[in-house]
């Protein structure tokens, strides 16, 4: 357990479902963060938080909606998601500027079919 | 802007043998830089870092890191394999500005060990 948790592991979801993705962490971190990890691509960053308000959004198409309750909290909504939206879907979290760097959760595993 | 670059998208080495991962960074500011580690089905692990103090790192597992400012260079190395060392391996630079240390990462490497 790395101290992030990312619920569901796994997810296949059909192209008109909603569905959720859940980041947790307890690490007394500020800042929490979105990446999209697919085969044979750079990861890439989706979306950063901090102190629960958004400060980057990287163009990412509006079925992705992310939210942010707390600072412990994000996650990511889902809405008429495409199959090339398939990948493996990275919470991260940090103290924002300090030098440590990120911890991140195990992934969810997203599947559009 | 921040960027880092990987040379060889794929390393195979022998059990044993030494390992040498090649990041090569851009940076307008000293820059932070890590290296990370992800096994399958995993997120990714932190394994060392460099945040402007000693200029050889040492990290978890044996791995080691060197910066090199005047090669702009932040090589990962291990001096013998082991079979659980397989995985892939991201080079990640920070990217200062703006209120968060946004990490910008290569491509990554995928390192297999031979028997």
């Known amino acids: 357990e790395t101290g992030v948790t990312q619920t569901p592991r796994h997810l296949v979801m059909g192209m008109t479902n909603k569905k959720s993705l859940k980041c947790e962490q307890h690490?007394?971190?500020?800042?929490m963060y979105w990446y999209k990890q697919s085969a044979k691509k750079p990861l890439e960053l989706m979306f950063v938080y901090n102190f629960k308000e958004q400060t980057e959004n990287n163009s990412v198409p509006s079925r992705f909606s992310p939210e942010c309750p707390n600072s412990s909290h994000l996650f990511l909504h889902l809405h008429t998601l495409q199959p090339e939206d398939s990948a493996l879907y990275l919470c991260?979290?940090?103290?924002?500027?300090?030098?440590?760097?990120?911890?991140f959760g195990s992934g969810t595993r997203l599947t559009v079919v | 802007a921040q960027s880092v670059t990987q040379l060889g998208s794929h390393v195979s080495v022998s059990e044993g043998a030494l390992v040498l991962l090649r990041c090569n960074y851009s940076s307008s500011v000293p820059p932070y830089l890590f290296w990370y580690v992800q096994y399958p089905n995993q997120g990714l692990q932190l394994l060392l870092k460099y945040t402007s103090a000693a200029t050889l790192v040492k990290g978890i597992n044996g791995f080691e890191a060197e910066f090199k400012k005047s090669e702009t260079s932040f090589h990962l190395t291990k001096p013998s394999a082991h079979m659980s060392d397989a995985a892939e391996y991201f080079c990640a630079v920070s990217d200062r500005r703006g209120a968060t240390n946004k990490l910008i990462f290569g491509t990554g490497t995928l390192l297999a060990v031979q028997p």
């Open positions: 991260a979290s940090s103290h924002g500027r300090d030098r440590a760097g990120y911890t």
């Open positions: 690490l007394g971190h500020n800042a």
